[in-house]
Nanobody
Framework: VQLQAYGGGLVQAGGSLRLSCAAS????????AGWFRQASGKEREFVAA????????YYASSVKGRFTISRDIANNMLYLEMNNLKPEDTAVYYC?????????????????WGQGTQVTVSS
């Protein structure tokens, strides 16, 4: 499975971005998936996850209510809609997937990773 994340960019605080993650080799209907981020000088951290069934999600407390994870099975895409962005959301964002039903919030729980896309939020 190969994942490719894109859609990052520079946005002002309070703005919105939508990150996309394209999968090849397997469909997201067979995968649970998640988004992680890594700010400069910090460890990679969990952001959001989606169960393989598509009807269960989980968010980090820092993004809950502002970010939404979703997928498009027909186009084999994973998304992260980010609203009301804050400077502390600045990081490289990674999509990840695992061939199991349940979602995970730990990095070790994921088998496949995208290359990352930079999100920069200016104050």
């Amino acid at each position: 499975v190969q994942l490719q994340a894109y859609g990052g960019g520079l946005v002002q605080a309070g703005g919105s971005l939508r990150l996309s993650c394209a999968a090849s080799g397997r469909n997201f209907s067979d995968l649970s998936a998640g988004w992680f981020r890594q700010a400069s000088g910090k460890e990679r951290e969990f952001v959001a996850a989606l169960m393989r069934s598509g009807d269960g999600t989980y968010y980090a407390s820092s993004v809950k209510g502002r970010f939404t994870i979703s997928r498009d099975i027909a186009n084999n895409m994973l998304y992260l809609e980010m609203n009301n962005l804050k400077p502390e959301d600045t990081a490289v964002y990674y999509c990840a997937a695992r061939p199991y039903m349940m979602l995970r919030i730990d990095i070790k729980g994921y088998d496949y990773w995208g290359q990352g896309t930079q999100v920069t939020v200016s104050s």
